[in-house]
């Protein structure tokens, strides 16, 4: 069994080295596969190719990454990663991708726009394994912790098919013998921003200003119980078609 581990935050995160020692404690042969810049709100797209199809591909090891393990920087987005590495472009193809651990939350509906969602769903359209986790704050002091919810959600995900849906993990930054426990949890109406758009006659450009939201506005969600020291679980579907009825149908041209 194989696991590739990535993220969006970059090759130069501590959080890989978190994922790839669970992968490793579970049994998995490891590879890492990053960005080699920083892909955060890059969701599942595919950016990295070069004009010849060339995707550039250095080694390099993430800081704190067990002796052994092989580890890549990649100039592409996560998504694009996971892509490569399901046509055995880092070596034999993936049965789990485990990406994170995020720096900062990965809650509600803003979870579409996030770059390690969208690698552990580029992962389950290929039929694998994904797992996205994230520990809630900007600078983290407990990597530990993620690691430990991270195990446990693991065992969990190994007996789902991969078309079960991904599993994204919200870790709040606490000693892990002071979280709360861990719940499943629906997604916030919100994500952990929201976005003011500022339009001046003139000035020929749109501005964008960010303001954070408070998660316990939604208690009972994966951002407000987060927020109240809960590890959360939420499963996440890649898209899917769906009915559309009485959409009108025609046949031949229309005009």
Do not use: C
């Not at 690698?119 to 359209?125: F, N, P, R, V």
């Amino acid at each position: 069994m194989r696991a590739l581990i990535t993220n969006d935050d970059g090759i130069d995160s501590p959080g890989l080295a978190v994922l790839a020692r669970v992968a490793l404690d579970a049994g998995y042969d490891v590879v890492v596969a990053a960005p080699a810049t920083e892909y955060s709100g890059a969701s599942a797209s595919l950016f990295g190719l070069e004009h010849d199809g060339r995707v550039v591909v250095e080694p390099k090891a993430a800081p704190g990454l067990p002796d052994g393990v092989e580890s890549y920087a990649v100039a592409a987005a996560p998504a694009l990663i996971v892509f490569l590495a399901a046509y055995e472009g880092f070596g034999p193809r993936p049965d789990l991708v485990l990406s994170g651990v995020n720096r900062g939350p990965n809650t509600g509906y803003a979870v579409i726009h996030s770059g390690t969602v969208g690698a552990a769903t580029s992962a389950m359209t290929q039929g694998i394994r994904g797992m996205a986790v994230s520990i809630v704050t900007a600078n983290p002091e407990h990597w530990a912790t993620a690691g430990v919810v991270a195990a446990h959600g693991l065992r969990w995900l190994e007996d789902r098919s991969p078309q079960d849906g991904v599993l994204n993990l919200n870790v709040p930054d606490l000693p892990a013998a002071d979280l709360r426990g861990i719940r499943v949890a629906p997604l916030a109406a919100f994500g952990a921003v929201e976005a003011r758009i500022d339009r001046t006659e003139g000035e020929g450009a749109v501005r964008v200003r960010y303001a954070e939201i408070d998660p316990t506005a939604d208690a009972d969600s994966d951002a407000g119980l987060a927020a109240a020291g809960w590890a959360t679980a939420t499963m996440l579907q890649a898209p899917w078609a769906v009915d559309a009825p009485g959409f009108p149908e025609t046949e031949g041209p229309l005009g």
